[in-house]
């Protein structure tokens, strides 16, 4: 680590902590040559993983569209935007962890009506309306009767 004031390559740390729900660490750093202090932040470099789409598109996962369309289904209901963020990080964290670099999206979706089935019925059912792209009203009982069981 170089001093940002002097260049300097010696230095020691004064202070760490955990930042990011522990996802990183800042630590405080004090030159031995120049004595001033600067900060730095460590993260772990997780892989991209691309999202194949149902048409075969390839596509870099964003975490941004999932709570995007989990708030949509939950707008108007008793659901912190907290528990959505919480529910994303655990998917996005099971999808680190299974798929090596690349996972469907129609697993993602399956991960994200689980989720919502769990939360909220209401949210859900919404959701599965726009996921599973409904044609009529009989496909949607169908699911409601699905749901039911």
């Not at 149902?54 to 108007?76: T, V």
């Not at 659901?79 to 996005?92: G, M, Q, T, Y």
Request: net charge positive; glycine share 4%; charged share 35%.
């Amino acid at each position: 680590m170089k001093c940002p004031y002097c260049r300097g390559k010696r230095d020691k740390v004064v202070d760490s902590r955990s930042i990011r729900n522990n996802q990183g660490v800042r630590r405080r750093r004090e030159c031995l040559k120049c004595h001033k202090r600067y900060t730095t932040y460590e993260y772990v470099e997780e892989v991209n993983i691309m999202v194949v789409k149902s048409d075969g598109r390839r596509e870099p996962f964003d975490r941004q569209k999932i709570l995007n369309g989990m708030m949509k289904a939950c707008e108007k209901r008793p659901i912190s935007l907290e528990r959505l963020d919480n529910i994303v990080s655990k998917i996005e964290s099971q999808l680190q962890n299974k798929f090596a670099k690349e996972v469907k999206s129609k697993t993602i979706g399956e991960m994200v009506m689980k989720s919502l089935r769990a939360l909220d019925e209401i949210a859900y059912v919404r959701f599965a309306s726009v996921y599973r792209q409904f044609r009529d009203i009989s496909q949607f009982m169908r699911e409601l009767k699905t749901f039911l069981k």
